[in-house]
C-alpha cells in the first residue's frame, strides 16, 4: 500500500507528545534496521541478468517519474501511481535488485520534495522492506518469466500476481498504520480500516496495471506503452469523482449553513455538534468508518429547517402545536433532501432520527431504544448539550455544568443510558484536562432561572 505514503488523514491531529515522538524514532529506526537487512536475505527465485537489466533500468526511471503522480481518492486519502512500477518490478526482477529499485525511487521522490528526513527514512525503508516480502512471496510460486511462458499456467499466474498484491499492500499497510497509530493516538485496528477503506479501489486499479505490465513486458515488452493510456484514464476518473464528491459536499454543507446564518443563536451550531458527535463516538470505540458516517450526518442534521418559516424558527416564545409540527417537520425534510444526494445517503437515517427519545416518545417515528439508529442516538445527545448551552431566542444558555447534569439525568428516558454517560464523563475529562493545563476558558452564561425548555423539545 505504497499509497498510504500520502495519505492526509482527513481530520487534524496534535503534535506527538514527546513520548510518542521517541516511539516514532524508535520504530523507524527498526524499519530501517529490517529495511536494510532484507536486501541481504537468500532469493527465492534468480533470472539471467540480461533477461531483466532492461526492465530494471526503465521500471526505475518509470518509478521516479510516477512518485510525483498523486491521486486523491473521494473518500479521503490518496495513492501514488508508482504502485503499477513497483508491482511490475516486484514481478519482474529478481532480489535484491527489485527492493532497491523500489526503495531508491521512493529516497529520490523524499529528497526531492524535501520532506524530513524522518519520514524520508521510514517511506524509503518501508519499501525496501516491502519490496523484498513481496519478492520473496512471489518466488515462492515461481516467476513471472516461466510462469507466462506455458499453457495452462494461467490459475498459477493469477495466484502469483494475488501473492504479489496481497504481501505488498499487507507490510506497507501495517508499517503505515503503526506510524499513524502512535502519531495520530489511535488504535492500530482503526487506522488499518481507515487507510484500506479509503484508497483499496486505486489500489486495485494500480496493481492489476502493474499486473499486466510485467506480462505484456515477457511478451513483448515495446506493447507496454499502450497501458500508458489506461492509467492515464485512472487517474484522470478518481480526480473528476473526487472533485465531483467534494463539491457534493460542499453544497450540502453551505445549505446546513444557511440555516445556522438564518438564526444568530444557532451560528457554528451544526459545525459544534460534528465535532462533539464525532469525539462521542470514538469515544465509544465505534469503527471508523462510523465515526465519518455520523460527523458527516451530524454537520447537516439540522438541514431540513431550511423549510421552516422564520416565523417559526426564531420565535421569540412557546410555540404553539401547529409551529411544534411545522418545526418538527423538519427531520423529514432534512431526510428526504439527503436520500437525492448519493454521498449523504447513508446518514439521512441518522438525520431523520436524531430527535427520536430512548423511552420512544419523540419524533418522527416514536422510535425507542435501540431501534434508533446508533449515530442517530449520538448525535442526539451532541446536539441536546450543543442547544442547552448555546442562547437561544427562548431562554439563555445553561451552564455546562447544569447541561451535563441534564444529560444524566435524563439517561434511560431520552438518550441512551450508556451513550449519555459516555459524552458526560468525556466532556468532564476534557474540562480537567484543560483546566490541568492552564488554559483559560470562557464563563459560561447562567441559566436565568430557566426550568426546562419552554418549547418542549431542544431544537
Known amino acids: 500500500m505504497s499509497t ?4 492526509r488523514s482527513r481530520r487534524s491531529t496534535d503534535a506527538p507528545r514527546s513520548g510518542a515522538s521517541i516511539r516514532l524514532r524508535l520504530y523507524v529506526v527498526l524499519v530501517a534496521t529490517l529495511g536494510l537487512g532484507s536486501i541481504f536475505a537468500a532469493p527465492t527465485w534468480t533470472a539471467a541478468p540480461e533477461t531483466w537489466l532492461p526492465a530494471l533500468l526503465v521500471l526505475t526511471l518509470t518509478s521516479i517519474a510516477l512518485e510525483f503522480v ?5 473518500g479521503g486519502g490518496s495513492f501514488s501511481m508508482a504502485t503499477i512500477s513497483h508491482v511490475a518490478t516486484i514481478l519482474l526482477i529478481p532480489a535484491p535488485f527489485a527492493a532497491l529499485s523500489v526503495g531508491s525511487s521512493v529516497l529520490m521522490e523524499g529528497i ?21 516480502v513481496a519478492s520473496f512471496c512471489a518466488g515462492l510460486l515461481g516467476t513471472v518469466w516461466r510462469v507466462a511462458l506455458l499453457n495452462g499456467a494461467d490459475l498459477t499466474l493469477l495466484l502469483l500476481f494475488g501473492v504479489v498484491a496481497i504481501s505488498y499492500f499487507g507490510v506497507n499497510a501495517l508499517l503505515i498504520s503503526v506510524v499513524l497509530a ?3 493516538h489511535q488504535p492500530i485496528r482503526a487506522v488499518l480500516q481507515r487507510g484500506a477503506g479509503s484508497t483499496l479501489l486505486g489500489e ?14 515477457v511478451i513483448e515488452p515495446i506493447l507496454v506503452v499502450v497501458l500508458v493510456v489506461p492509467a492515464a484514464v485512472i487517474a484522470r476518473s478518481f480526480d473528476h469523482i473526487r472533485r465531483l464528491n467534494t463539491e457534493t459536499r460542499a453544497a450540502v454543507r453551505s445549505l446546513a449553513e444557511i440555516v445556522d446564518h438564518r438564526d444568530s443563536s444557532t451560528y457554528r451550531h451544526s459545525e459544534r455538534v460534528a465535532v462533539n458527535a464525532a469525539r462521542l463516538a470514538r469515544a465509544l470505540e465505534l469503527p471508523e468508518g462510523e465515526v465519518e458516517l455520523i460527523e458527516q450526518a451530524a454537520s447537516v442534521h439540522d438541514l431540513g429547517k431550511i423549510g421552516v418559516p422564520d416565523r417559526v424558527l426564531l420565535k421569540p416564545g412557546r410555540l404553539t402545536t401547529r ?12 431526510s428526504e433532501i439527503l436520500t437525492r444526494f448519493r454521498l449523504f445517503e447513508a446518514g439521512a437515517a441518522v438525520v431523520r432520527h436524531h430527535h427520536e427519545r430512548w ?3 419523540g419524533y418522527p417515528d416514536g422510535l425507542a431504544g435501540e431501534a434508533i439508529p446508533l449515530g442517530a442516538r449520538v448525535v442526539a445527545v451532541a446536539d441536546a448539550f450543543d442547544a442547552m448551552t448555546s442562547d437561544r431566542p427562548y431562554r439563555a444558555a445553561l451552564t455546562r455544568a447544569e447541561a451535563l447534569r441534564r444529560i444524566a439525568a435524563g439517561a434511560g428516558t431520552q438518550w ?3 451513550i449519555a454517560r459516555a459524552f458526560v464523563e468525556m466532556m468532564e475529562w476534557r474540562s480537567a484536562a484543560v483546566a490541568g493545563a492552564g488554559v483559560a476558558r470562557p464563563r459560561p452564561r447562567a441559566a436565568a432561572g430557566v426550568a426546562g425548555n419552554p418549547r418542549g423539545v431542544e431544537t
Open 4 to 7: 498510504n505514503r500520502n495519505h
Open 70 to 74: 498523486i491521486v486523491p481518492m473521494p
Open 112 to 132: 526531492a520534495r524535501r520532506s524530513p528526513p524522518l519520514k524520508t527514512t521510514f517511506n524509503a525503508a518501508g519499501m525496501l522492506l516491502t519490496a523484498s
Open 182 to 184: 502512535i502519531a495520530e
Open 204 to 217: 486495485l486499479a494500480t496493481t492489476a496495471i502493474g499486473a499486466h505490465f510485467a506480462l505484456i513486458w
Open 323 to 334: 409551529e411544534l409540527a411545522s418545526m418538527q417537520r423538519h427531520t423529514d425534510l432534512g
Open 359 to 361: 423511552d420512544g416518545g
Open 416 to 418: 441512551d443510558p450508556r
